[in-house]
Every structure is written in structure tokens, then in C-alpha cells.
């Protein structure tokens, strides 16, 4: 008997704006902007290789970009229970058909987030009485997740940029305005348990018109490895950064 609900199947999107203003997106109207829908959905289903490790249960959640044609791209996982949860979340959103996000009736490129929680279909066969969930002897949400989305304050070190790849802009000349020696822009963007930069968005830019190469620059950056209480964890940064600009001719 299949024993998903109506809770387990329900898919939840959060949605970050690609923005090209000046101002910072919080301060638009609501009505202004219209999230992704989905316009046709494929459901995950229980990983057999969670069947094969006598797993009961499972979770995912994953991050990536929506564009302007409603493509999904770059899929990072931010937080599961089991690789597994997440991998095969990523291989059937891949599936999925989106409409795009719109700003002010323009469609816009967005992050989203697709949560799932997985409950078998058929009984689990464990391997022995000790391996009765892990979970059950643990307290709380957090100690069924093997990889957790961690808030940035509760990192065990700041986020730490390690190595930087300056913009470089062949189209500015040697002698334009000195505006554009450096490009001041407010940035979100994930951490992978290994310090790499994943789905950044330009939230507020000076030079709004170089905001691709601020998120070409940031994709090259690479930070250390966050950590929260000792263990790899994921983490949304929200930082405002300036940018040296490489100009030539």
C-alpha cells in the first residue's frame, strides 16, 4: 500500500529574484512580481538504493536557477538526510516543465527550492535490529539530516573568501569614468560543503549593466570550507562586495 500523503507530496518553492535595480528587491511591491509555477510534475520516488541501506525515510532539498524560458539549471542540494534523496530529486526536477518568474509582466531569471520527503512504498528490509533508524536515537530535525542548510551566524567561522577572480571588462576603455575602477553590488549566493560558489544573484549593483560579470566572478571565487559545529554543512551568503574592474582595450 502506498503510504505517501498529501504532506509528504507537497512541493514548496522559495523564490530569489535576479534583479537588475538599484534598489534592493524587498523594497518593490509585492504585486510586482510573480513566482515560478510548475507546469507539469514528475514525482521522485524512494531510492532503492535507501531500500538497500534498510532507510525508512528520507528528505531533500535543492536549490537552482529558473530563466527567462523557464529552464532549470545549476541544481545545488542544500540539505538532505541521504545523498541519495537528493540525487533523485535533482533527476526527476530536471524533468519538470516551469513558467518563468515575472517581474512587472517581463519574465525574469530566479532561484528556487524544491523540498521532498520521502516515505517507502513497499517495507523496508533491515539489516539488523541495531540499524533501526539512526534517527529514533537522535533529538530533533537536525539529527536526521546528513547535510543541513546552515544559517551564517551559526557558522563555526566566517565565511572566508580564499580566492578571487577579478572582473575583467574588455569593452571598457583605458580612459572611462572612473566609476568603473570598481563595481559596488550586494550578493546572495549558496556555499557547498567544499567552499564553492554556487546559484549567486546580484540583489543591488552601481553598474547594473555588469551585474553578469559580477556573477561570473563570483562562480570563480572560492571560499573555505563552512562548517557548523564541526561538521560540512551549506550556508546562504548575503554579502556586499566591491569589485575591482580589469579594463583594456
Request: glycine residues 6%; charged residues 25%; contains cysteine.
Amino acid at each position: 500500500m502506498k503510504i505517501l500523503n498529501d504532506i509528504t507530496k507537497r512541493i514548496l518553492f522559495g523564490i530569489t529574484l535576479i534583479s537588475a535595480m538599484l534598489s534592493p528587491l524587498a523594497a518593490s511591491p509585492d504585486d510586482a512580481f510573480e513566482p515560478v509555477a510548475v507546469k507539469r510534475q514528475i514525482e521522485p520516488n524512494f531510492p532503492n538504493r535507501a531500500y538497500s541501506e534498510g532507510l525508512s525515510k528520507g528528505y531533500a532539498e535543492i536549490a537552482f536557477y529558473v530563466d527567462e524560458k523557464g529552464k532549470a539549471s545549476e541544481f545545488l542540494p542544500v540539505e538532505y538526510s541521504h545523498e541519495a534523496f537528493a540525487a533523485e530529486l535533482e533527476r526527476v526536477v530536471k524533468k519538470w516543465k516551469f513558467v518563468p518568474a515575472h517581474y512587472h509582466g517581463q519574465a525574469v531569471k530566479s532561484v528556487c527550492h524544491a523540498k521532498w520527503e520521502f516515505l517507502p512504498d513497499r517495507p523496508v528490509v533491515m539489516h539488523s535490529f541495531a540499524g533501526l533508524e539512526m534517527s529514533h536515537a537522535r533529538k530533533g530535525e537536525e539529527g536526521f539530516r546528513k547535510v543541513s542548510l546552515c544559517d551564517e551566524s551559526n557558522l563555526d567561522f566566517k565565511a572566508t573568501m580564499l580566492a578571487f577572480s577579478p572582473i575583467y571588462d574588455g569593452s571598457v576603455e583605458s580612459d572611462s569614468d572612473i566609476s568603473l575602477d570598481y563595481i559596488v553590488a550586494q550578493c546572495t549566493f549558496y556555499l557547498d560543503t567544499e567552499g564553492g560558489v554556487k546559484l549567486p544573484v546580484v540583489e543591488a549593483s552601481t553598474n547594473p549593466e555588469l551585474d553578469a560579470l559580477v556573477v561570473d566572478s563570483l562562480k570563480r571565487s572560492a571560499f573555505e570550507r563552512p562548517t557548523s559545529e564541526g561538521r560540512p554543512t551549506t550556508v546562504k551568503v548575503r554579502k556586499t562586495y566591491k569589485f575591482p574592474v580589469v579594463r583594456g582595450t
